[in-house]
């Protein structure tokens, strides 16, 4: 059996996956805080929950639609969880196919923050650099 903190995370990728916004919602704080790294258009710092959702928004429409997560691991030390995915999408010419680990802080049974940590920041600028 997944511990709690484990099923929250592989719930919010399931309802990441099939464009269920309202379940993924209903996992995050109302203050969540979800951080992108790097020097290109989606960095920074997205904070409640609106803007989070607002901002997973916007990697869809910047995809065309065509973005993907395939959760590889999930690793659970307390209040933190880690979750590696491959992420793939395309934006015009330019693709990306690659892991980022997301550094998941749960408080009282809903995520607080995620910070995420790309395996290639470089071409993760690259490929957001520009619409």
Do not use: C
């Amino acid at each position: 059996m997944a511990d709690a903190n484990e099923q929250i995370v592989r719930d919010g990728y399931e309802a990441f996956g099939s464009g269920d916004m309202e379940k993924l919602g209903s996992l995050y704080k109302d203050d969540v805080v979800h951080s992108v790294p790097g020097s290109n258009q989606i960095a920074g710092d997205y904070k409640g929950r609106d803007a989070v959702l607002a901002f997973y928004g916007k990697l869809f429409e910047l995809t065309g639609g065509n973005m993907s997560v395939d959760l590889k691991t999930v690793t659970v030390d307390g209040n933190k969880v880690a979750a590696v995915h491959r992420a793939k999408a395309a934006i015009a010419d330019r693709t990306i196919d690659s892991d980022t680990t997301l550094n998941f802080t749960m408080e009282d049974g809903r995520v607080a923050r995620i910070d995420e940590v790309p395996s290639d920041q470089a071409a993760e600028d690259d490929f957001w650099g520009q619409a």
